[in-house]
């Protein structure tokens, strides 16, 4: 079970996930492939050592791209927005939808053609949140704007639940 999903309240609904462009993940593969390839050559050619040298650092790179991202999670409910960074050290930026003041969308040319871009939120009182590339930022942006119009929305009582009467408080 993801972070995000642990830590929703009972009334809070996960409205979307963003995901991380797809380059990143070919990216890492490609490299990976390479150095394996590469170990091959090597190898024919009667080189164990300096084989074996360059599957481990293929294996390193091809961490060190994807373990940030598979530690990354960020989420829109329909009262916040989540950003989770980490897989042993945990770091989180949560922001309260109602609080949310501005979103940005940073998004160049190649954004616009293969569909990616950056997200920054700005808040009452709270320090900017920038987060990192991701794939269809626009729809993250809607996500956080639908949600910022719910958490404006007045709170209605479920059904067979009765307002207190005369605006008193029930915690009076």
């Known amino acids: 079970m993801s972070y995000i999903e642990k830590s929703l309240g009972r009334s809070e609904t996960l409205l979307y996930r ?4 797809w380059f990143y993940d070919m990216g890492a593969w490609t490299l990976l492939a390479v150095f394996v390839g590469g170990a091959a050559v090597v190898e024919w050619t009667e080189s164990g050592w300096a084989a074996v040298a360059l599957v481990i650092i293929g294996v390193v790179l091809w961490l060190t791209i994807l373990v940030p991202i598979w530690a990354t999670e960020i989420g829109v409910t329909n009262q916040r927005l ?3 960074r980490g897989l042993i050290l945990r770091t989180t930026q949560e922001l309260q939808l109602r609080a949310i003041e501005e979103v940005n969308l940073e998004q160049g040319l190649l954004g616009r053609l293969f569909d990616f871009g950056r997200i920054e939120l700005r808040g009452t009182g709270v ?3 920038h987060l990192p590339l991701l794939a269809d930022p626009l729809t993250l942006r809607k996500a956080l704007q639908d949600g910022m119009a719910a958490a404006t929305l007045p ?3 479920p ?3 009765h307002p207190p009467p005369n605006g008193i408080s029930s915690a009076a």
């Open 18 to 21: 963003a995901q991380f462009p």
């Open 82 to 84: 989540i950003f989770k």
């Open 127 to 129: 320090d900017d949140i």
């Open 155 to 157: 709170v209605v009582a």
């Open 159 to 161: 059904p067979g639940m």
